[in-house]
């Protein structure tokens, strides 16, 4: 299954993690960018063919694939003496396919969307990504339940990651309560999408993803979404960075399925999944691959 990546964030909330001007994407979470790990979250469920829809700054996303040197994020070994360059112990992205298309500096989600069609012919359904969220959550869930609701869209609904509060107050202005958001019940769009093909029967050019078209599917009770209170986590800002950064540091991390579970535990901690998902996913190994 093909992965459509919006990358044309300029990350104008955390310029202390990116004063060099790099976009959103490239800010660097450890020892490679933010953009590395959400691609790296999809190829541990087996999806491996990227397009990447490229804006702000696209150029150096661009240099960081196509000049990457893997010895530099990589443990590996080296005998200076046979004349041979650094023997890898392990390997990033070698059987990754990444498709770089220009959308535009100032496009929005839908309109990138729109100019990587053509790419995404033959693709029954395809997945999408905000390119700014991590998350621990089970994906091929996500995708058998489109599959099984016939639904054009669908997405993964967390818990707001604010600290934030809201105010509850009278007609006089007094206040009546505070509550922590998580408190609310209330889940904002996490950013992880799961399309069929006829998405684009829904959006019309100049339109923003997540407002018409959206507001189209849910008329026709076309959208789904999947509640998820496990992690999930934004990074929009200087902070977010930093809480990230401890994270891996302490790692491994909760977004890094592929430090946590060796390969012989399969793609993925397979209580996570419910029996009948089980099933399909050992009758059609496709569901988890793409």
Known sequence: MKVVLFCGGQGLRMRGAAADGLPKPMVPLGRRPLLWHVMRYYAHWG???????????????????????????????????SGCGPELLGRDMHDWRITFVDTGAEANIGERL??????????????????????DYPLPQLVEDARKQQAIGAFLATKPGTSFHFVQQDADGFVRGLGAVEDTGLRVNGGFFVFRQEIFDYVR?????????????????????????GFWRCCDTFKDVRVLEGMQARGPAPWELWRRFSPGDGPAPQDWLGPQLQLRLAAEPALAGG
């Open 47 to 81: 999806h491996k063919d990227f397009v990447l829809c490229l804006g702000h700054g696209g150029e150096a996303i661009k240099e960081y694939f196509v000049t990457n040197e893997e010895w530099r994020s990589n443990d590996f070994v080296l005998a200076p003496g």
């Open 114 to 135: 729109l100019a990587v069609r053509s790419h995404l012919r033959g693709e029954e359904m395809f997945l999408a990504n905000y390119s700014d969220g991590l998350t």
């Open 205 to 229: 050019p100049g339109e923003e993803l997540v407002e018409e078209p959206f507001a189209r599917l849910v008329a026709e009770r076309r959208l789904l979404a999947h509640g998820y209170d």
